[in-house]
């Protein structure tokens, strides 16, 4: 296990994060979770391959996870790089009990502490962005529990890259924390965020986490025609969040997945998750594993034992690739370079990544 600096931070993370959704039994057929023994037994393969770095959330079975987690990393607990989340409701009835307000944040963070079991949160995910709250309160009021030292960092999840932009200049210029951890959908058969967000993150120095990695559990063939895997799927398959993935395209692609797997003789969730190390030039990408089995990550964990060679990249992203639209194909064709720089685009020698 290697370890990487998370955005703008001195922050040690390792190159692969634990997820912690499924630790607990409490969502039922929605998402499969695991024992406690098994969620202990998954934790224990991680810590001794390397990792430390676990995201969990406030909400995810229920508060369960949380629970699981502080208990599991109390014996050692400054070693591990603790990541939760807050936003979404703990009551729907009421209406501060969601949101990204102050008010939701300050009691969900003293919900988490008292359920962790821990004195301070290394990274707050504000889960996903709510429009209502002015960024201006949200980031502030981060600030504020960084000043506090109940938090240590934040990150955003599941925004557009104006909100996450926007709010790190406002928090540049006026002194505030800022985030370093951008946590998005990305995969194989989910590369939109290239289309702003990875160029954003980039540009910015904010570490990635990427969650879904492997398009609920498409890229891992479990729905192809000719899978053998009888293992039960994690997530319900009818749920409309799962099913928009299983469609023509997304099988195409899981079935280039399967064909390089064969050839080299790893598993389809390996290839998968090696994509996403390899994709070095968009930033530091960490994939988020989310297991309800001791065999689930061990297999996940061989994708560190090697490397995806340059043809068979271009065989995932081209059957992958997808349109960045405008403005981005049409700044990136030949005629509008041509009119920018002439006929010398490819003598000018351009020390940044490439965009």
């Not at 391959?49 to 400054?78: C, H, L, M, W």
């Not at 981060?142 to 996450?164: H, Q």
């Not at 210029?173 to 989910?190: A, H, K, N, V």
Request: hydrophobic share 40%; proline share 3%.
């Amino acid at each position: 296990m290697k370890y990487k600096l998370l955005g703008k931070s001195g922050l040690r993370v390792s190159e692969l994060c634990l997820g912690a959704m499924t630790f607990g039994e409490d969502w039922g057929s929605f998402l499969k979770g695991a024992s406690k023994e098994e969620s202990k037994k998954i934790f224990n393969l991680f810590v001794q391959a390397g990792g430390n770095f676990i995201d969990t959330a406030n909400i995810y079975q229920n508060g369960t996870s949380e629970k699981y987690v502080g208990e599991f990393i109390a014996p050692e607990r400054d070693k591990f790089v603790l990541a939760t989340k807050y936003t979404l409701t703990t009551n729907p009835n009421d209406p501060n009990a969601g949101g990204n307000h102050r008010k939701n944040l300050f009691q969900s963070v003293n919900a988490s502490l008292k359920r962790l079991n821990t004195e301070y949160i290394d990274l707050l995910w504000v889960h996903i962005w709510d429009y209502m709250t002015p960024i201006e309160e949200v980031m502030r009021s981060l600030d504020d529990l960084i000043r506090s030292g109940k938090i240590l960092y934040i990150g955003i999840s599941d925004a557009p890259a104006w909100i996450v932009s926007r709010a790190n200049t406002i928090s540049e210029l006026r002194g505030w924390s800022y985030f370093i951890g951008l946590q998005i959908m990305y995969s194989l058969i989910e590369r939109t965020p290239e289309r702003e967000l990875l160029s954003m993150a980039r540009s910015l120095d904010i570490g990635v986490t990427a969650w879904s990695p492997l398009g609920m559990g498409v890229l891992a063939g479990k729905y192809n025609k000719d899978n053998k895997n009888k293992e039960p799927k994690r997530f319900d398959p009818n749920h409309p969040m799962v099913s928009t993935f299983v469609n023509e395209r997304n099988i195409s692609i899981a079935k280039e997945v399967q064909a390089i797997a064969n050839e080299i003789e790893k598993t389809p969730s390996q290839v998968a998750l090696n994509w996403i190390i390899n994709q070095k030039k968009k930033g530091v990408i960490i994939s988020i594993l989310g297991v309800r089995t001791q065999a689930q990550m061990i297999d996940n964990l061989g994708c560190l034992e090697f490397e995806l060679d340059s043809e068979q990249m271009k065989r995932l992203n081209e059957k992958s690739k997808i349109e960045l639209g405008f403005p981005y194909d049409f700044i990136s064709s030949d005629v509008i370079r041509n009119q920018i720089y002439g006929n010398l685009y490819s003598s000018i020698e351009y020390h940044r990544l490439d965009m």
